[in-house]
């Protein structure tokens, strides 16, 4: 328990006190008591201070130790310099209840607090959870809370914001623009000068916004007057700028043409062969295999340097149904070296086929017999090199075996300019 001092050096004061007057009082002979009372003293020292006969009971040092002329209450006793006999005061103090009041505590080892509250202190300058405080809880709480992509998602990010306050401008220069939108038409050009017409409830244009063109159009009624007089040989002539009126047609008002026999032969042609269908008068009969004939076969004028496009239409057929026939163009003056080139497409049972023409006087592949009567076809186109006649020629495939190229074939020639 604390020491009462003011109690002991009261004590100490009233025994030295004592000595004193029995010092002056008893004589040498009485020594003795003297001595008892002076021995009493010195054990009530050594009670308070220790053992005062073996040098002071503090420390290993000798004399006494020095402080300030005043210190704070309660407050800590520091040493002041390294010999162990001065002390000075200090900002740290204990109350008498035990509370350690100080501005800063630094702990290079264990700090144990137990039974205590500790505040102000966060858990990154601890290191670790206090006892009680769940720091270690709360920072993990904080760890997982920014490993987040977007912990606050009614908020933006920091990109988002950036990007709103970027719209924000682009908005307003765009607002201040007079035409933002040169490729629409604005509302204030709507009915306006150089701008648009507007609709009205029946998807029209509005007669206010429709110029008088009574000035420049002849009215309706004047043109059905001068419908009204047109006769059935009659006709409507402009007059003027908006006017008309009724015309007959009279001698002269029409271009007129006669077409001579020249101008149905020209070029060398025929006339049924230029403007229409020709045919033959007989049936093309031979059993050659050779030349085969062109007797009864279409036939046409041709002249050197002009092209022809010739088109024949008739019925064949053959002796036997296992023998073929050929055919091919040639050529009055015997000349082969004309350019052609063609198709003959005709029927042989229930098949079509298609030999190529390929030249003047070259004859076409062997075809397909046919006992039946069946259907020919020959598009050629021709240029002439020669002159004269282009007759088609026909041949058996087989010698003896008969090919029939029947009378009534159609043909004709369109000289190509």
């Excluded at 592949?365 to 020959?378: C, D, E, H």
Aim: charged share 15%; hydrophobic share 40%.
């Amino acid at each position: 328990m604390p020491v009462d001092w003011d109690a002991q050096i009261q004590a100490m004061k009233d025994d030295l006190e004592e000595m004193e007057r029995l010092g002056r009082r008893l004589p040498a002979s009485k020594g003795a008591a003297f001595l008892a009372l002076a021995t009493a003293i010195v054990g009530r020292m050594e009670a308070v201070f220790g053992d005062v006969g073996s040098g002071g009971g503090g420390g290993g040092g000798t004399g006494d130790v020095e402080g300030p002329a005043s210190a704070t209450d309660n407050a800590l006793v520091r040493f002041d310099g390294t010999t162990g006999k001065a002390i000075q005061n200090s900002s740290a103090s204990l109350s008498d209840a035990g509370l350690l009041t100080t501005t800063s505590v630094r702990a290079t080892g264990s700090l144990d607090a137990t039974g205590a509250t500790i505040t102000g202190i966060s858990a990154a300058a601890v290191g670790a959870d206090p006892a009680g405080t769940g720091a270690a809880a709360a920072a993990a709480a904080v760890a997982a809370h920014e490993a987040l992509g977007n912990p606050h998602p009614v908020y933006l990010t920091a990109t988002e914001g950036a990007a709103t306050f970027e719209a924000f401008g682009a908005t307003a220069t765009h607002a201040g623009l007079s035409d933002p939108h040169p490729g629409y038409v604005l509302e204030t050009r709507e009915g306006a000068a150089l701008g648009i017409a507007t609709l009205d409830a029946g998807a029209k244009v509005p007669t206010g916004q429709i110029p008088d063109l009574s000035a420049t159009y002849q009215p309706l009624d004047a043109d059905l007057t001068a419908v009204a007089s047109l006769s059935t040989t009659g006709f409507i002539e402009r007059t003027g700028p908006g006017t008309a009126t009724a015309r007959t047609l009279a001698s002269g008002d029409l271009p007129s043409h006669t077409h001579s026999a020249a101008d149905l032969t020209s070029g060398g042609v025929s006339q049924l062969a230029r403007l229409g269908w020709s045919a033959t008068s007989g049936t093309a009969t031979t059993a050659d295999n050779s030349t085969g004939t062109s007797t009864n076969t279409p036939s046409f004028v041709v002249t050197a340097g002009e092209s022809y496009l010739i088109e024949i239409e008739g019925t064949i057929d053959t002796g036997s149904a296992t023998t073929g026939w050929r055919c091919r163009f040639q050529e009055s003056d015997g000349a082969s070296s004309s350019l052609c080139v063609g198709r003959a497409m005709y029927v042989s049972g229930t098949s079509i086929y298609s030999d190529i023409i390929s030249g003047a006087g070259t004859w076409t592949v062997a075809g397909n017999g046919s006992t039946a009567r069946s259907p020919v076809a020959i598009l050629l186109h021709y240029h002439c090199t020669g002159s004269g006649t282009l007759t088609l020629a026909i041949r058996s495939e087989s010698l003896g075996s008969t090919v029939n190229l029947y009378g009534k074939t159609l043909f004709r020639a369109l000289r190509i300019p």
